[in-house]
């Protein structure tokens, strides 16, 4: 089945650092790629997404490119801020043949940041 | 426009009772998803709804949980009886349709402790 593995966290930056969360996935179809944010407290927000290989996503200083040869969707920012700190999920969705998505989301563990002062 | 809503925000139980969450959809989202979050985890879908109708129960452990979307609008998950197991955060999520690449907007979950 479908499955998505992140590094291992938690992830301790200074503000201003460069980010990197590493996501690999497998899927038999053609999936769609999520990445997700939970701000303490908050719920789960779509922070970017892509939707077919080489497609880049960005939201917010955020980026991650959809590499199907490596299936990989690791997610970037040049320089974090204190106010990035949170839970990050990298997350598929199946698109079956003819381009039907069922909208399942299969998750990846998570992984924590923080970003210091 | 209003998000997704769900109560309690908490509850606590203690092993063999029954306990029922309430989930509210944005107006108009025809899907609706309940995703269990065991604390370490990422979600896992338990149970996808298109209008009223069961699209995926796969992973719902239907010896103990059951699920409802009366009218296709608000659900109801419950849990009897419940296990320590069960201990995670109930998130309720919903989208405009499954087909395509609708975005899925969560709600604040509910935790629930067994004890």
């Known amino acids: 089945g479908d499955s998505v593995t992140q590094m291992e966290g938690p992830v301790t930056l200074s503000e201003e650092a460069f980010l990197t969360i590493n996501c690999t996935y497998t899927a038999t179809g053609y999936p769609s790629l999520f990445w997700y944010v939970q701000y303490p407290g908050e719920g789960l927000q779509l922070l970017l997404k892509?939707?077919?290989?080489?497609d880049k996503g960005s939201n917010k200083g955020f980026e991650a490119t959809y590499r199907k040869e490596t299936t990989s969707f690791h997610l970037e920012k040049g320089s974090v801020q204190v106010s990035d700190s949170a839970v990050y999920f990298c997350?598929?969705?199946?698109?079956?043949?003819?381009?039907?998505?069922?909208?399942?989301?299969?998750f990846g563990q998570g992984t924590i940041l923080t970003v210091h002062p | 426009e209003a998000g997704v809503a769900q109560s309690p925000r908490y509850k606590i139980i203690e092993k063999r009772q029954s306990v029922a969450f309430w989930c509210n959809p944005i107006?108009?989202?025809?899907?609706l998803y309940w995703y269990q979050q065991i604390l370490g985890q990422g979600p896992k879908l338990l149970i996808q709804?298109?209008?009223?109708?069961?699209?995926?129960d796969s992973q719902l452990p239907k010896d103990r949980f059951s699920a409802e979307r009366l009218k296709g609008v608000d659900s109801t998950l419950k849990i009897q009886p419940a296990k320590l197991e069960d201990s995670a955060v109930y998130l309720c999520?919903?989208?405009?349709?499954?087909?395509?690449?609708?975005?899925?907007?969560f709600g604040p979950g509910t935790r629930l402790t067994v004890t």
């Open positions: 892509a939707t077919k290989a080489d």
């Open positions: 709804f298109q209008n009223n109708g069961v699209v995926d």
């Open positions: 999520a919903s989208s405009l349709e499954p087909q395509g690449i609708h975005e899925q907007y």
């Open positions: 997350a598929l969705s199946e698109t079956l043949a003819g381009g039907t998505s069922y909208g399942k989301l299969t």
């Open positions: 107006s108009g989202h025809a899907t």
